[in-house]
Structure formats: C-alpha cells, structure tokens
C-alpha cells in the first residue's frame, strides 16, 4: 500500500493567513494526487484533483503542487468557511489511501 | 445533480455481517464511473473500503478483502456494501462515493466527485 503522511496534523491560523499543508507519498504516485475538505459531521468535498486541476465552484484561493512523492496544498488567504480538516489521497494505485488529515483551526 | 444517499441499521451485535445500501439518484449507476464505500470512525480519518463497477468489477482494500462483498443492483440503481465477523474496530461512519475518471493533458485522473452524507454503524453487545 502507498502510504500518504499530512504535515501538519493540526495548525492554528488567522482569517486572511496563507496556509500550506504538505502531504508526502511512501512512493512516486506521479501526479495522482486528490485534495478534500471535511467539516464536523459532513462529508469530505473534493477541492483538487490531479494535483493542481481545482473543482468546479472551488475558490481560487486554493491551489495544489508538487510532483512524485512531495505535494502541497495552499489556501491564499484564509476565510472564516476555511476552518476544516483538509485530506490528500492518492489515485495512483489500489487501495486508494488518505492522508490522516490536516485540521485547520482558528487562532 | 448526482445524490447519493446510505441507509442500513444503526446499531449492530459483534461477529455479525453489516449490510448497507447507497441508492444513487440524479444519474445512472450503469453510467462510466466506479462506486465506493469509505468509512471514518470516530475522530479518525478516511479508510477506502472498495469500489464497483456497473459490469461488477471490483476492488478492494486487502486490509479488508477477506470480509468485504460489494455488489451492484442496476434495476435499482443502487450498490450495496457486506462486511461479515465484525468488531467494534468497524465502528465508523460509511459514506458512498462515486469514482470518476477524467483525463488531463492526456492522463487519466480519478477522484471521487459526489459522497453520501454518511452513515454511523456502531458495534457493540
């Protein structure tokens, strides 16, 4: 199984930071790399696929990179609706495994 | 608008076989996408448990093969999820999710595009 490690687990950021969440693949996944957002008791929403290709309807403010094993997501300047817990996933192989989640809280 | 929605029982007895359902709305389950089963549980993060295909092709997580039966009912239009010998390790909530493939730049990219809203299974005597 590829392993996908998050860093960090949680941080603490104001309205208006910009955020950068790391994830990092056990292996070369190339460029199948997903990006999800998750609020209390909701389900997870894709943000980005295919590292850096964003959703239909997700702000600009976010943004992927990266390539292989090291992949960023980066939220520009962060808003109120922001605060969540923010997963990877690879879609390289199966299974299909997550990040174990970045919580993004406010400071 | 794609809507996918779980529904099974709630609470249920160890050693016992869980068996939900994930009804698809708003779109064809015979349509070129997969269609998986992922579970949370509590205060944790994300498990893939395995995916199916309208032929009923599937995938599944090693970690659980041995357990895991997905199948697929197209007069339905829904799939549905078996996990026999449960324990409360397999206390989660379990969403459905649909798998798409769409191609970037020539390569083709996977991701799950629309989720149910979740489902919570506790296992316990």
């Known amino acids: 199984d590829i392993q996908m490690t998050q860093s960090p687990s949680s941080l603490s950021a104001s309205v208006g930071d910009r955020v950068t969440i790391t994830c990092r693949a056990s292996q070369s996944i190339s460029s199948f790399l997903n990006w999800f957002q998750q609020k209390p008791g909701k389900a997870p929403k894709l943000l980005i696929y295919g590292v850096f290709s964003l959703q239909s309807g997700v702000p600009s403010r976010f943004s992927g990179s990266g390539s292989g094993t090291d992949f960023t997501l980066t939220i520009s300047s962060l808003q109120p609706e922001d605060f969540a817990t923010y997963y990877c996933q690879q879609s390289y192989s199966i299974p299909r495994t997550f990040g174990q989640g970045t919580k993004v809280e406010i400071k | 608008q794609v809507q996918l929605q779980e529904s099974g029982p709630g609470l249920m007895k160890p050693s016992g076989t869980l068996s939900l359902t994930c009804a698809v709305s708003?779109?064809?389950?015979?349509?070129?996408?997969?269609w998986s089963w992922v579970r949370q549980p509590p205060g944790k993060g994300l498990e893939w448990i395995g995916e199916?295909?309208?032929?009923?092709?599937?995938n599944y997580n090693p970690s659980l093969k041995s357990r895991v039966t997905i199948s697929v009912d197209k007069s339905k239009n829904q799939f549905s999820l078996r996990l026999s010998s449960v324990t409360a390790a397999d206390t989660a909530v379990y969403y459905c999710?649909?798998?798409?493939?769409?191609?970037?730049?020539?390569?083709?990219?996977?991701?799950?595009?629309?989720w149910g809203q979740g489902t919570l299974v506790t296992v316990s005597s």
């Open positions: 199916i295909y309208h032929s009923g092709s599937t």
């Open positions: 999710a649909r798998g798409v493939v769409v191609v970037v730049a020539a390569t083709p990219h996977y991701y799950f595009d629309y």
């Open positions: 708003g779109g064809s389950i015979s349509s070129s996408n997969w």
